[in-house]
Each structure stands twice: as C-alpha cells, then as structure tokens.
C-alpha cells in the first residue's frame, strides 16, 4: 500500500456533497457550505451539467443519466467516502439513482423538500398534469431543449429575489421524462433523512414526504420555511446536516 492509498483510508469528518434542485446550481448551497466548512467540513456543492456555471453546456443530449453521472463521478474522481449526499426538491430523483449504483461510498441521504420517486417514475410523474404541461408548453422557447425561469418570488423571500433571479437559469427538460431504474429498494440501506418544508404547498413535495413517512429507517424532520431552506434556514439545515454526519 502506498502513501495515497494510506491517506484515502484516513478516518476523518464525513464530506458533504450538495446537489441543487431545478434552475439552480452550486451558487444555492452558499450560505449552507460556509457554515460547514467553519466546522472543518469538506463540502462539495456542485452544479449539474446544462445550469449555472455548467449553462454553456445546455444542449438537447442532456439526460437524467448526466445528471446522475455529474453526481458519481464527483464522489469518484475526488476519492471521497463516507459521503453525507445531499439533493434539494428535484435532485431528490438523482439522489435515488446514486445511491442504488455506489451504497459503498454514501453515509447519509438527505433529502431537502425533495422527490421521492418510485421504480419506473420519471419527475414529471410527481407533477400535477397542468404545471407538466405548462413547463413542456414553455420549453417551446428554445426547441423543447429546456425549461425556461420562473419568477423568483415564487421560490425565494423578498429579501433575496432580485439574486435568486439573476443566478437561475433554464432547466433542461429531457431530465424530467427519464424513468428511474433501480436494483434496490428506495435508498438502497443508506441511512436517510427527510427534510419537510411546512406548512407543504407543493403537490410534488406533499406527494414525496407521505412516501418517505411509508419507508423504513427513514427519519422525518420538519422545518417552517419556503422551499428553499437551504437558503431560508441555513443555521437550522447545516445543524442537521452535520448531525447526520454523526459530528
């Protein structure tokens, strides 16, 4: 065994992997990620490939798959282990995949306001019929290749719209139709957590945490907070993130 190979076995906090949700990308896990890192924590937000930082990439071949892959291949190529996974509202769908493919490398999910899907289903399963065919009505703008953004105000406080809107971008909409194929039951034995904004106005989310109640092992958390907790509540989320890394 040689020196890497030693260093990489080294005990020590878990690392924190932070995916963001529809229009967003790492800049969303801000607040979250500098409280972390002030408790010694090596945290890793990213953004998923066709958003944010990654929008030059935006192309039709997008796919659930990529998505997934991004996730992977940052846990892989980073040589992490014992990962505190951690996916907000519609990275909930790439958390399941992720964690049916590499339980090995996971410690904890976390799933913040976030989908939970079934074996088979695709996002827009979770989707109430009218805003399904509203967002494949506006994704017209560029051919069908993405959701264009929505108003701000209806994810963010009053305080922060004007930044919330200037960082989203378009979504890419093939994502949202991929079914899910997984080996194993929902989460794959990894410890979880479920994360409840409340009181719950999104049908997606209501659907998901009756779901997450139904599974064994899974602990159910609530907080008062908009959707976007990790923005609105980020002392509260970071707390229970680090709990769940066991700190």
């Not at 229009?23 to 969303?28: P, S």
């Not at 399904?132 to 993405?146: E, F, N, Q």
């Not at 406080?157 to 930044?163: G, L, T, V």
């Amino acid at each position: 065994m040689d020196a890497t190979d030693t260093l990489l076995k080294q005990p020590g906090k878990s690392p924190f992997v932070l995916v963001p949700g529809s229009w967003c990308g790492a800049w969303c896990w801000r607040p979250v990620a500098d409280r972390l890192r002030r408790a010694g924590c090596d945290v890793f937000p990213l953004s998923l490939t066709g958003l944010a930082d990654k929008s030059h990439l935006l192309s039709d071949r997008i796919t659930l798959e990529t998505h997934v892959m991004d996730v992977i291949n940052l846990i892989r190529y980073n040589d992490l282990r014992d990962v505190v996974l951690v996916g907000h509202s519609y990275a909930g769908i790439v958390l399941t995949i992720v964690a049916d493919r590499i339980p090995h490398l996971l410690r904890h999910l976390v799933y913040l306001d976030a989908m939970v899907p079934k074996p088979g289903e695709c996002a827009m399963d979770l989707v109430p019929n009218e805003e399904a065919s509203r967002r494949v009505l506006r994704s017209r703008h560029d051919g069908g290749i993405s959701v264009p953004v929505p108003e701000p105000g209806h994810f963010a406080a009053e305080s922060m719209r004007e930044w919330f809107g200037a960082h989203m971008t378009p979504q890419p909409i093939k994502p949202y139709f991929d079914r899910i194929a997984i080996r194993e039951p929902q989460g794959n034995g990894v410890p979880a957590t479920y994360v409840s904004c409340t009181p719950v106005h999104l049908p997606p989310m209501r659907l998901s945490v009756d779901r997450a109640r139904r599974l064994p092992l899974w602990r159910i958390l609530e907080i008062p907070s908009g959707h976007n907790v990790h923005l609105h509540r980020p002392d509260d989320v970071a707390r229970i993130l680090l709990e769940c890394a066991g700190e």
